[in-house]
């Protein structure tokens, strides 16, 4: 199986890019120390836009300071198939969609959307095949404003993709199929391969490509200074150590929390027993994502910080709205917030999403974020 690398002659390097993506503005660009590999304090940087109190008054907006180190999402890109349907088949029974679509998604895809929806630059490191479907993920993420220089185009296996269906209340069962971003992986990326990890502001990951790659990615980052967030949505299967004991933050909803626990988590009082076992595992902060409850982040030796959803007018589809929650919580901690204003930032990105049908469309931008922290 032939193996691909993120080399220099690939484009993969943040000071070589030969085919530039035109990166979103930022209304009031964060200001960062020119040493970029070191993990954001909790020292508040100059992003006036940011506050829940902000002037409603628009203000002129400044290009993006070159020197921002950027989010760095390393994951999956899905075509996403939608199927609008009444309820789940039961077995053996075959239904018909009200409708069908497809959609550019994947956990790794969908969270490099949304750090570029909210105004911060973004970089995409993944896999698709050469087909329409890799096409459509590529298109989406580069209008967005995604720099996909990372972005590997295999002729060896087809992109990914999802079977989302979707019910009347806005809730979804996924079945995946990995293609491109299972295959063709090189089993040691070399150092001009992670040299794009090495210089972000904070790097994602998810489950949705092999751990072998997460636990290369995870360590690179850990080694320069660079925080790490693994969303432990996608494979069904034990985490290694090794991957947990490189991350900073481990963010599982409650059922993923349970299954990789083996614990009850249907109270909070379970799910806090069942973090403390993630604390044993070697993760020091774990954000759980609690759906209608809204979310919890519990770090070792410290008082859980909570954070009620904030309702949305109306629910149409849940898709994506754990990776915005998870992409807009890592952009909030590179820009310098304090965990309860990520967390309170985050909460209003998913509380907009799941107002929009699909995954990538229903991503918010900043503006409405913003807008929506200065109404509740």
Not at 78 to 85: C, G, K, R, S, W
């Amino acid at each position: 199986m032939k193996a691909m690398s993120f080399s220099p002659a690939n484009h993969c390097n943040l000071k070589l890019q030969k085919n530039p993506i035109k990166q979103p503005i930022l209304a009031n660009p964060t200001h960062f120390s020119s040493h970029q590999n070191q993990k954001p304090s909790n020292k508040k940087h100059q992003f006036p836009s940011f506050s829940i109190k902000a002037s409603k008054t628009p203000q002129t907006p400044l290009t993006k300071n070159p020197d921002t180190p950027p989010l760095v999402v390393v994951g999956s890109a899905n075509a996403d198939i939608y199927v609008e349907i009444d309820r789940l088949p039961k077995e053996g029974e075959t239904i018909s969609a009200k409708t069908g679509q497809t959609l550019a998604g994947g956990k790794g895809a969908n969270q490099a959307a949304c750090g570029a929806k909210l105004s911060y630059p973004t970089y995409f490191v993944g896999q698709v095949g050469e087909d329409a479907h890799g096409r459509l993920i590529t298109e989406a993420l580069k209008n967005g404003g995604v720099n996909l220089d990372c972005v590997r185009n295999l002729s060896d296996a087809p992109t990914g993709h999802a079977v989302v269906m979707l019910q009347p209340d806005g809730q979804n069962s996924i079945i995946i199929v990995g293609g491109a971003n299972m295959s063709c992986w090189p089993e040691k990326l070399s150092d001009e391969d992670l040299e794009v990890v090495r210089k972000a502001g904070v790097v994602l990951l998810q489950r949705e490509i092999p751990d072998l790659v997460n636990i290369q990615v995870a360590k690179a980052a850990r080694s320069a200074g660079v925080p790490v967030i693994l969303d432990a949505g996608g494979m069904d299967a034990p985490i290694p150590p090794e991957l947990l004991n490189a991350v900073d933050i481990f963010s599982p909803n409650e059922s993923e929390l349970a299954r990789l626990t083996c614990m009850s988590t249907e109270s909070f009082e379970q799910i806090g027993q069942a973090v403390v076992k993630c604390h044993k595992m070697g993760v020091k902060q774990v954000l759980v994502k609690l759906g209608a409850k809204g979310s919890a982040l519990f770090i070792e030796g410290e008082k859980p910080i909570k954070q009620p959803i904030i309702s949305a007018a109306r629910v149409l589809d849940t898709t994506g709205a754990g990776d915005t929650f998870t992409a807009a919580f890592a952009v909030a901690l590179v820009e310098g917030k304090t965990k309860e204003e990520c967390m309170r930032f985050a909460a209003a990105a998913a509380s907009l999403c799941v107002q929009v049908k699909g995954a990538i469309p229903s991503m918010p931008d900043r503006p409405s974020v913003l807008h929506l922290l200065q109404t509740v």
